[in-house]
């Protein structure tokens, strides 16, 4: 069968689909060069060191969804967990547990909940919407009884209250640990996603689940082990959020799981799975938090940035549909 698609309009949605999110990144970027009243506080060393570090939050979560995504799933358990985690890990600390510990205890409700979530999506064959969608009241409901419906704080000074603490504001050097993680896992997930056993799995599981399964690949388990996987980031950004509060709260991070899913979709990630980077998604959120911080800057109001961010969402996912097109 003839090929008829143009050959120029193909190379060209695979350039964007690579470069996209770069030049997404790099287009809103000077957006916000064209105000003289913000453009000097704006490319500041100190303003880049606050967008750093509040995309630190939803940059991790992206890592953790990118696996789910890319393997054909959804999880809107997101945020509940990350509250989750963050009163686990402020009663821990303010029980006077050690760092490591509280460090594990919080990784292991977000794989917990992932593997949960994972079972019975494979176990059962239920679609991940309407299982993530329970466990986003679950969870939630845990980390209120859990907090006993207030919040959680935490007196001393453990490191984990350092992760996200930031020096000097006014210069973009030193980074707040967080955003070096951040950075680091980042860098190790897309070595894993691109040049690993497990992370072909996952793009052919999202490709073609039923072709993977003919193919010899352990579907349930994989699918288990994706969202348990992703668990931990989830559980590792409930940490962050702890330490940004320093206290845990089960009523923070309502909504995230969309910021999430948004900078998955806006790193070039397909919702029909397949298609997805680590680094993508990273610069997805970075994207998100330089329209907030600008926004913010130049005090436009809240929903002027949620219509911004909205749009931006919907270009990303027509950017998928043409990409999606050009190779049927």
């Not at 003839?2 to 060209?12: E, Y």
Request: aromatic share 8%.
């Amino acid at each position: 069968m003839t090929d008829k698609r143009p050959p120029g309009l193909s190379r060209w949605t695979e350039v964007l689909s690579v470069f996209g999110p770069f030049l997404g990144l790099l287009f809103v970027t000077a957006l916000f060069s064209l105000s003289d009243e913000l453009r000097p506080v704006f490319y500041t060393g100190g303003s880049w060191k606050n967008i750093l570090t509040q995309t630190v939050i939803v940059a991790i979560g992206a890592l953790g969804m990118t696996l789910i995504i890319v393997s054909g799933g959804i999880d809107l358990s997101v945020g509940s967990v990350v509250a989750l985690s963050g009163v686990v890990g402020a009663w821990m600390l303010k029980h006077q547990a050690p760092a490591g510990w509280t460090i594990l205890a919080t990784l292991s409700v977000g794989a917990l909940v992932g593997l949960i979530n994972g079972s019975i999506i494979a176990g059962f064959r239920m679609l991940p919407f309407v299982v993530t969608l329970g466990m986003m009241g679950i969870a939630r409901g845990v980390a209120k009884w859990l907090a006993d419906n207030q919040t959680v704080n935490v007196e001393g000074d453990s490191i984990i209250l350092r992760l996200m603490e930031r020096h000097s504001t006014d210069t973009f050097l030193p980074l707040p640990y967080g955003v070096w993680i951040t950075v680091i896992l980042t860098l190790m997930l897309a070595v894993v996603l691109r040049s690993s056993v497990f992370g072909r799995h996952v793009f052919a599981i999202g490709s073609n689940e039923a072709t993977a399964r003919l193919c010899g690949i352990p579907v349930r388990w994989r699918k288990v082990s994706i969202y348990a996987l992703a668990g931990v980031f989830f559980g590792l950004a409930g940490l962050m959020q702890l330490s940004r509060l320093t206290q845990g709260d089960p009523s923070v991070a309502v909504g995230l799981e969309l910021d999430i899913i948004a900078a998955v979709v806006i790193g070039g990630a397909s919702l029909n799975g397949g298609t997805g980077s680590m680094m993508g998604s990273v610069i997805g959120a970075l994207i998100m938090a330089v329209l907030r911080s600008g926004s913010s800057q130049m005090n436009w109001p809240n929903y002027v940035q949620e219509i911004i961010i909205g749009v931006v969402i919907i270009l990303a996912v027509g950017l998928d549909r043409l990409r999606q097109k050009t190779r049927d």
